[in-house]
């Protein structure tokens, strides 16, 4: 049960092709229609073929947190995640799979996160926060303790949530952005401290 499949081929399926091989796992294809050819030892094998190596566990390293979404809903295999070995994660923490817990990110006690989320390199993610599905939060960005963030948000990079906060569905946190106030679903918030510019209406 060692065997994965990686669909995408774009940067973020490259970080996480590194990802799983640190942790030892084989890598037995990436599924892109873009690419073909070999990568790190790794076929790239075009479109997604559901019938591949029905045995593999499969994991959707696509940035976009709309398009994971969509893919996820085709994939036919079974998934796994990917946690690269200098995480640094609460055993008194938890998560479903699909996700994708990067080069040194933390995870402290009783955070909670669930299904094919990406905890780029180096985020942190402090007590009790809760995460719901299909969230991207991106490189060296910090949630305070017992931070709610809703299915799909992408929080940019080296941005704050400070402790309590709820960021909603769909929402964006610019790069950089210092949440000091509940942000609402769809919105797009940046600075500090961020203040909402628009919504998006991303579903
Ligand atoms: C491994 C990896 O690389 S993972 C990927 C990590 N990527 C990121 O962290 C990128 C995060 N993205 C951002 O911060 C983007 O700027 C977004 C998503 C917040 C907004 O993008 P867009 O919708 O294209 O907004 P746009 O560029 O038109 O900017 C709108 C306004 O907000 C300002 N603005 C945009 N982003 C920020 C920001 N992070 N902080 C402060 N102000 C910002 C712009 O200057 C502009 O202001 P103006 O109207 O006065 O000129």
Redesign the pocket.
């Known amino acids: 049960m060692n065997k994965v499949i990686i669909q995408g081929g774009g940067e973020h399926a490259r970080v996480v092709l590194d990802c799983l091989q640190a942790q030892g796992l084989q890598v037995v294809a990436l599924f892109d229609p873009k690419y073909t050819g070999d990568l790190w030892g790794v076929p790239q094998r075009g479109a997604y073929d559901p019938a591949f190596m029905p045995e593999a566990r499969a994991i959707v390293a696509i940035?976009n947190n709309a398009v994971r979404k969509r893919v996820v809903s085709i994939t036919q295999h079974e998934y796994t995640n990917a946690v690269h070995p200098s995480a640094i994660i609460s055993s008194r923490s938890s998560w479903g799979t699909g996700n994708m817990i990067l080069h040194g990110v933390i995870i402290q006690a009783q955070a909670h996160m669930g299904n094919h989320c990406i905890l780029?390199?180096g985020v942190r993610v402090d007590h009790d926060c809760i995460i719901s599905d299909y969230v991207h939060i991106?490189?060296g960005t910090v949630l305070c303790g017992t931070v709610t963030v809703g299915e799909g948000t992408f929080i940019?990079?080296g941005a704050v949530v400070i402790p309590g906060r709820k960021v909603g569905a769909w929402a964006?946190v610019?790069?950089?952005?210092v949440v000091t106030r509940d942000i609402p679903d769809y919105a797009?918030a940046?600075?500090n401290p961020a203040r909402i510019?628009k919504y998006t209406n991303i579903s």
């Open positions: 940035g780029n390199t991106a490189p940019g990079a964006t610019g790069a950089g952005a797009v940046v600075g510019i």
